[in-house]
């Protein structure tokens, strides 16, 4: 199949799979309820974040733990433009309020009416003013990813995680600073933004589809290549032209645009904006989102996410109020599962004993403490309950070490989905787009597999060394003389002589 009809049946199968959710999405909207309709636009705003982080993480190979400054800017002026005008003056009657005349008059609807665009100031056209201050928080998300990217980005591994995961909190501190709460509103923050949009899984979802159009052509770009090469080797990538300070910063610029519009998206979501609603939680969301499905590949981000959001939204079982014995056997099963997994790996990996000490010792453990639970319900020691604050989060960071521990590659490692991949085809020949992107599949005289020619392209020249007229392709030198003694065989060894023989 030629290229061009392979790309066409692509596009056709992405608008087909992308009609299908369209129907999915107006079918939960009806008849889903609330809790589903949430889990979906929950599960679309993070996953623009996750996939934004990606970029600097996954595909640049830099550890970044401060995405959730990035977010609280993007959220925070998202909602300072788009607030209505009952809010503004609502806050403005406040006595704790921080806010000055000058920051309640910045919004998206002032500005259109001092431009004489009163059609845009209607509330039909809500979506409008949301979607421009959406833009200006990503972008002044992006400025600020500049300022940050431009110094640290010099430091390598942890420093510039550490550098990184200090601005995101001096971001999150600095909010409510008399420097910015004229802005922020401090710890007040705001109330009263639109939910019309964070809450819609048209809105989220159709940004999250760009989002994920915009990374995935980044990553197969020749500017993902590089990116790619830099986390790989950044000597190597160096040495091959490519600007590591140039492509570092822009890949963090990029990222955090599209982290600043997923915080707008968020606070949307929460009908408000405060400082605790942009914890390092968030980063630490993403960063197992990413490390479960696969760092380096969007679509296992979006697998990770998936199972991230499963967690927080429908993990309310486990923080709930239970008796001793149930949590004992709860407890007692996990451990069973662990030492069963032990055997599994080990036994999948030939390893040798299968059944080691640690293993076994972890297995009668677990045994013990199941039967403890089962049969000593009416011992003194079982008698009392227990709420287990913040399982759901312990579970998540549970799931982060087996991942490391057992695939810290992910379920996905870097591969994507394709449609290739999908159908089993598999590539003889590289396509038209490969060879024009490598000089020297393009060239004929130097493509040896062609398809196209039946006979050697290569002219005698370039390989056979010895033909009259012969000009070697690769340099080699001039062959020894079998005759001429080396080094140390029949004459001395006079590095004098040989130097200035070198010299001249």
């Known amino acids: ?11 056709m199968l992405t608008l087909g799979v992308g009609a299908i959710v369209a129907v999915l ?25 996750a996939l934004s982080l990606n970029l600097v993480n996954g595909t640049t190979g830099i550890l970044s733990l401060g995405h959730h ?31 000055t005349p000058f920051t309640l008059s910045l919004s ?29 928080g990503g972008f002044v998300a992006m400025i600020f990813g500049l300022i940050v990217g431009i110094p640290s980005l010099r430091l390598k591994g942890d420093y510039l995680a550490i550098v990184t995961f200090g601005f995101g909190e001096i971001i999150r501190l600095s909010a409510s600073t008399s420097l910015f709460s004229p802005f922020t509103n401090g710890a007040l923050g705001f109330a009263g933004v639109p939910n019309d949009f964070g809450k819609s899984i048209w809105w989220t979802f159709a940004i999250l589809g760009l989002t994920l159009f915009v990374m995935t052509k980044i990553k197969f770009s020749s500017f993902g290549r590089a990116l790619q090469g830099i986390r790989e080797d950044e000597i190597a990538a160096e040495a091959m032209g490519v600007n590591l300070a140039r492509s570092k910063v822009l890949a963090f610029a990029i990222s955090a645009f599209f982290a600043g519009i997923a915080g707008g998206l968020w606070v949307s979501y929460l009908s408000a904006a405060r400082l605790d609603f942009f914890l390092f939680f968030l980063t630490f969301f993403f960063l197992v989102a990413i490390s479960v499905g696969g760092t380096g590949s969007y679509t296992g981000v979006l697998m990770g996410v998936a199972v991230v959001v499963f967690v927080q939204q429908y993990g309310d079982p486990l923080e709930k109020t239970y008796g001793l014995p149930v949590w004992f056997g709860v407890i007692g099963s996990l451990i069973l599962i662990a030492a069963a997994g032990g055997w599994l790996y080990r036994k999948t990996r030939r390893m040798r004993p299968v059944l080691h000490p640690l293993v076994v010792v ?8 199941l039967l403890f ?3 000593g319900q009416n011992s003194p020691a079982l008698d009392g309950t227990f709420q287990a604050f913040g399982m759901r989060r312990i579970l998540l960071a549970v799931l982060l070490i087996v991942i490391m521990a057992f695939r810290p ?5 870097r591969a994507e989905f394709s449609w290739a991949w999908a159908l089993r085809e598999r590539k003889d020949q590289p396509s038209d787009e490969e060879r024009a992107q490598d000089a020297w599949l393009s060239n004929p005289d130097l493509n040896r597999g062609s398809a196209t020619s039946s006979e050697d392209p290569l002219p005698a020249s370039l390989t056979a060394e010895d033909a009259p007229n012969a000009v070697p392709f690769l340099e080699r ?28």
Do not use: C, H
Not at 409 to 413: A, F, L, N
């Open 373 to 375: 639970a089962i049969f």
């Open 362 to 369: 972890l297995g009668l453990i677990g045994l013990g403490t």
């Open 69 to 99: 400054g990035f977010m609280l800017i993007g959220g925070y002026v998202t909602s300072l433009l788009i607030v209505p005008a009952d809010v503004r003056e609502r806050i403005a009657s406040q006595a704790r309020s921080d806010m």
């Open 108 to 136: 998206v609807e002032n500005a259109f009416n001092a431009v004489g665009l009163q059609a845009l100031t209607t509330p039909e056209t809500l979506w409008v003013r949301f979607l421009v201050a959406l833009l200006v």
């Open 25 to 49: 999405l107006a079918l939960v909207e009806g008849n889903g309820g609330a809790k589903l309709n949430d889990t979906l636009a929950l599960f679309a705003i993070w996953g623009i974040a």
């Open 409 to 413: 590659e992910g379920i996905m490692s």
């Open 477 to 504: 030198g001039t062959k020894p003389d079998p005759d001429e003694p080396r080094y140390g065989e029949g004459r001395d060894w006079q590095p004098e002589q040989d130097d200035e023989e070198e010299g001249r």
């Open 1 to 11: 199949m030629s290229d061009s009809r392979t790309r066409l049946r692509n596009v």
